[in-house]
């Protein structure tokens, strides 16, 4: 038996990182897919003659259809029940279709900017080109995270016992190079083009992904033949009760609550921080997501650091602990009114770089610990569903507060004039969701130390 297992792909260390590479790849797309309009609100009120609720909702639609019909869940079903291959490609597909809409909205193919519709669920009166995009990102929102619990539940059958939480660093460093490109550069590609372009070419890399999880799936079928198991629902078979036994689980809710107070002071952070620092901080529109594009890029660099620390020595809540006092620090700094320096908003991105490469490099990590493997993919279905709580509400709570708050300025900003936000109200919502995770990382520790989940012992067997 002893023989058999040391044969098989996944105790090869080459075979299981080329494995993880690939799959990263396709998250690198979705990552970049996610982002690309997050450095172009200023380019969209000057071009497009759109405000900051419309931005917030085409970027709040993301989680739409993830939170309200529940589409995580289902989705996490189904990668339990039919298994990784059938979920790498299905969740690529529903990729491109969403970008596609969405592109093809921005390019005027459908929608209005002149036809108006109103959204009764948030009282908005919307475009229909408004509407198309966020209808398109909404979709697009159901692949991405498709693929995130799909990767997740891949990368720790790939890894199960050895550099799991490296794995998932090196997963979460390439994903993040896709926020990095877009942020960084986008806005400069929109200006020399336009913003639909910008568009279509990330849309060119999601199909590159659809390509590469097929290379992915032949080396899958192979490591399943080696080591007697079907993903598709011949091994274990899934069953509802399995979802009972999540739910009924305080620690699962803990690790949930925690990744959507932290992610959502995080990833709107990514669709606000550009405009943040053309007004604040008085940026160029060209480069107004270079600042923030450095948070995923030290990412890239100490995710796998921290998560590498994390498997050979443990200490995993107290990282996130650590992350979410960070967290606190960053965004009561870009909170204060008089701190308007760009050397100061560089040194607090590093920061938040940071406090982004604690959290991740053990939170993901310490789902297999609370969880039981055959639920994993259930397991991460509803994190990501509860997360999407807040990638839904914050940034379109963050585009209304900031028109309520700043009368009149999304028109002078469409009739040339040189008006900037104030952003101070509005970063209250970012201060108070940080304490919130700080709080849950706190009792997260103390359930680990009831329960006995190992959150703090070392990943690696010896």
């Given at each position: ?76 079903i189904f990668l339990d029940k039919f298994g990784i291959r059938f979920s790498t490609i299905s969740s690529a597909v529903i990729m491109i279709i969403g970008g596609v809409i969405k592109y093809a909205a921005f390019k005027g193919l459908i929608g209005s900017?002149?036809?108006i519709i109103h959204i009764p669920l948030v009282d908005l009166d919307l475009t229909t080109q408004v509407f198309w995009a966020g209808f398109g990102f909404a979709i697009f929102g159901v692949g991405v995270e498709y693929a995130g619990i799909t990767v ?200 938040l770089g940071i406090a982004f490469s604690l959290v991740p490099s053990a939170m993901w990590p310490s789902v297999p610990k609370i969880i039981p493997e055959r639920q994993l993919g259930s397991a991460y279905a509803f994190i990501f569903w509860v997360q ?75």
């Amino acid at each position: 038996m002893t023989n058999a297992i040391k044969q098989t792909l996944r105790d090869s260390k080459k075979a299981r990182w080329i494995a993880l590479v690939i799959l990263s790849f396709t998250m690198f797309a979705g990552y970049m897919f996610t982002e690309v309009i997050s450095p172009l609100k200023p380019i969209m009120e000057r071009t497009l003659a759109m405000n900051s609720s419309d931005f917030g909702f085409i970027t709040s639609a993301y989680g739409l259809f993830n939170v309200f019909l529940m589409m995580l869940v289902i989705v996490g079903i189904f990668l339990d029940k039919f298994g990784i291959r059938f979920s790498t490609i299905s969740s690529a597909v529903i990729m491109i279709i969403g970008g596609v809409i969405k592109y093809a909205a921005f390019k005027g193919l459908i929608g209005s900017p002149d036809a108006i519709i109103h959204i009764p669920l948030v009282d908005l009166d919307l475009t229909t080109q408004v509407f198309w995009a966020g209808f398109g990102f909404a979709i697009f929102g159901v692949g991405v995270e498709y693929a995130g619990i799909t990767v997740s539940k891949a990368v720790a059958k790939w890894f199960k016992g050895k550099e799991i939480a490296l794995a998932m660093g090196m997963q979460v460093a390439i994903a993040r190079l896709g926020s990095f490109a877009p942020l960084a550069f986008g806005a400069k590609i929109a200006n020399t083009y336009d913003v639909p372009t910008t568009i279509l070419i990330v849309v060119v890399f999601l199909v590159l992904g659809l390509a590469g999880f097929f290379y992915y799936n032949v080396m899958d079928k192979k490591l399943d033949v080696q080591i007697h198991e079907e993903d598709g629902g011949h091994g274990d078979e899934f069953k509802f009760s399995d979802l009972l036994v999540i739910v009924g689980n305080w620690g699962f809710w803990l690790i949930a609550l925690l990744c959507v107070f932290f992610y959502s002071t995080v990833f709107p952070f990514y669709k606000y921080g550009p405009d943040l620092m053309v007004n604040k901080f008085g940026v160029s529109e060209d480069w107004a997501g270079f600042l923030p594009s450095l948070v995923p890029f030290g990412t890239m660099l100490l995710t796998p650091i921290f998560g590498s620390i994390y498997d050979k020595k443990g200490k995993g809540a107290s990282i996130m602990i650590l992350g979410a006092v960070l967290l606190i620090i960053v965004h009561g700094i870009f909170y204060l009114p008089f701190v308007t320096s760009v050397v100061a908003a560089f040194f607090n991105v590093i920061l938040l770089g940071i406090a982004f490469s604690l959290v991740p490099s053990a939170m993901w990590p310490s789902v297999p610990k609370i969880i039981p493997e055959r639920q994993l993919g259930s397991a991460y279905a509803f994190i990501f569903w509860v997360q999407n709580f807040g990638l839904w509400g914050i940034p379109l709570a963050v585009g209304i507060v900031l028109d309520k708050t700043n009368p009149g300025v999304a028109e002078a900003k469409a009739a040339g004039e040189m008006v900037n936000y104030d952003y101070q109200t509005t970063w209250t919502i970012f201060v108070v969701l940080t304490v919130l995770a700080l709080v849950t990382a706190l009792l997260l520790k103390l359930e680990d130390k009831r329960k006995g989940y190992g959150l703090e012992l070392p990943n690696i067997k010896q």
